[in-house]
Protein backbone atom coordinates (compact mmCIF):
# COMPACT_ATOMS: atom_id res chain seq x y z
CA UNK A 1 0.00 0.00 0.00
CA UNK A 2 1.07 3.60 -0.53
CA UNK A 3 0.49 6.77 1.38
CA UNK A 4 0.70 10.34 -0.28
CA UNK A 5 1.10 13.04 2.79
CA UNK A 6 0.63 16.60 2.70
CA UNK A 7 2.02 19.42 4.11
CA UNK A 8 2.67 23.08 4.10
CA UNK A 9 -1.16 24.65 3.94
CA UNK A 10 -2.13 27.43 6.06
CA UNK A 11 -3.50 30.92 6.05
CA UNK A 12 -1.40 33.79 4.17
CA UNK A 13 -2.30 37.02 3.29
CA UNK A 14 -3.26 38.01 -0.29
CA UNK A 15 0.68 38.19 -1.99
CA UNK A 16 2.49 35.70 0.36
CA UNK A 17 4.08 32.63 -0.28
CA UNK A 18 3.29 28.88 0.94
CA UNK A 19 5.23 25.40 -0.01
CA UNK A 20 3.27 22.27 -0.43
CA UNK A 21 5.08 19.18 -0.05
CA UNK A 22 4.04 15.34 -0.82
CA UNK A 23 5.84 12.71 0.54
CA UNK A 24 4.86 9.34 -1.22
CA UNK A 25 5.98 6.19 1.05
CA UNK A 26 5.01 2.28 0.69
CA UNK A 27 5.14 -0.44 -1.92
CA UNK A 28 6.59 1.97 -4.50
CA UNK A 29 8.90 0.96 -7.52
CA UNK A 30 8.81 3.87 -9.20
CA UNK A 31 6.34 6.91 -9.95
CA UNK A 32 5.42 8.72 -12.62
CA UNK A 33 3.88 11.91 -13.31
CA UNK A 34 2.83 13.92 -9.66
CA UNK A 35 0.76 16.78 -9.93
CA UNK A 36 -1.23 19.39 -7.37
CA UNK A 37 -4.96 19.76 -8.24
CA UNK A 38 -7.46 22.07 -5.57
CA UNK A 39 -10.79 21.90 -4.75
CA UNK A 40 -12.59 24.69 -4.08
CA UNK A 41 -15.93 25.36 -2.21
CA UNK A 42 -18.98 24.62 -4.71
CA UNK A 43 -16.07 24.08 -7.44
CA UNK A 44 -15.03 20.97 -9.02
CA UNK A 45 -11.63 19.64 -8.42
CA UNK A 46 -8.97 21.16 -11.37
CA UNK A 47 -5.31 20.44 -12.20
CA UNK A 48 -3.16 23.17 -11.10
CA UNK A 49 0.67 21.73 -12.01
CA UNK A 50 1.75 18.29 -12.85
CA UNK A 51 5.57 17.31 -13.51
CA UNK A 52 6.88 14.25 -15.16
CA UNK A 53 9.23 11.75 -14.00
CA UNK A 54 12.16 13.54 -16.03
CA UNK A 55 11.30 16.59 -14.96
CA UNK A 56 8.83 18.45 -17.60
CA UNK A 57 6.34 20.31 -15.73
CA UNK A 58 2.35 21.35 -17.11
CA UNK A 59 0.69 24.53 -15.34
CA UNK A 60 -3.05 25.46 -15.61
CA UNK A 61 -3.21 29.02 -16.56
CA UNK A 62 -4.32 30.76 -13.72
CA UNK A 63 -1.17 29.82 -11.17
CA UNK A 64 1.52 30.70 -14.71
CA UNK A 65 4.47 32.79 -13.52
CA UNK A 66 3.49 32.23 -9.75
CA UNK A 67 3.62 28.87 -8.69
CA UNK A 68 6.42 26.38 -9.51
CA UNK A 69 5.96 22.45 -8.95
CA UNK A 70 9.02 20.12 -8.57
CA UNK A 71 9.78 16.26 -7.36
CA UNK A 72 12.74 15.09 -5.46
CA UNK A 73 12.72 11.42 -7.25
CA UNK A 74 14.89 10.34 -4.31
CA UNK A 75 12.79 11.16 -1.37
CA UNK A 76 9.59 10.45 -3.67
CA UNK A 77 8.56 13.86 -3.07
CA UNK A 78 6.81 16.58 -4.74
CA UNK A 79 6.72 20.36 -3.94
CA UNK A 80 4.62 23.27 -5.03
CA UNK A 81 5.67 26.92 -4.57
CA UNK A 82 3.17 29.56 -4.31
CA UNK A 83 3.94 33.38 -4.71
CA UNK A 84 1.89 36.24 -5.40
CA UNK A 85 -0.98 34.32 -3.39
CA UNK A 86 -4.90 35.48 -4.28
CA UNK A 87 -8.15 34.78 -2.42
CA UNK A 88 -8.59 33.08 -5.30
CA UNK A 89 -6.10 30.50 -4.58
CA UNK A 90 -8.46 29.57 -1.50
CA UNK A 91 -8.83 25.44 -2.08
CA UNK A 92 -7.90 22.55 -0.64
CA UNK A 93 -5.04 20.94 -2.06
CA UNK A 94 -4.48 17.53 -3.36
CA UNK A 95 -1.31 15.46 -4.12
CA UNK A 96 -1.71 12.90 -6.85
CA UNK A 97 1.02 10.45 -7.96
CA UNK A 98 0.77 7.49 -10.88
CA UNK A 99 2.67 4.78 -8.30
CA UNK A 100 4.25 1.68 -9.81
CA UNK A 101 4.58 -1.29 -7.92
CA UNK A 102 6.72 -4.47 -8.99
CA UNK A 103 8.48 -5.38 -12.26
CA UNK A 104 8.16 -7.05 -15.22
CA UNK A 105 4.46 -9.42 -15.35
CA UNK A 106 3.99 -8.57 -12.20
CA UNK A 107 4.02 -4.25 -12.63
CA UNK A 108 0.89 -2.49 -11.89
CA UNK A 109 0.38 1.47 -11.98
CA UNK A 110 -2.59 3.59 -10.39
CA UNK A 111 -3.05 7.04 -9.92
CA UNK A 112 -2.49 7.69 -5.57
CA UNK A 113 -3.96 10.79 -3.84
CA UNK A 114 -3.32 12.16 -0.53
CA UNK A 115 -5.71 13.62 1.92
CA UNK A 116 -5.50 17.17 1.32
CA UNK A 117 -4.08 20.37 2.39
CA UNK A 118 -6.00 23.70 3.19
CA UNK A 119 -4.81 26.55 1.85
CA UNK A 120 -6.81 29.94 2.85
CA UNK A 121 -5.65 33.08 1.30
CA UNK A 122 -7.49 36.58 3.00
CA UNK A 123 -6.46 39.35 4.70
Known amino acids: QVQLVESGGGLVQPGGSLRLSCAASGSIFSIGVMGWYRQAPGKERELVAE???????NYADSVKGRFTISRDNAKNTVYLEMRSLKPEDTAVYYC?????????????????WGQGTQVTVSS
Open 51 to 57: IGSRGNT
Open 96 to 112: NAYIITGVGSTSRGYPS
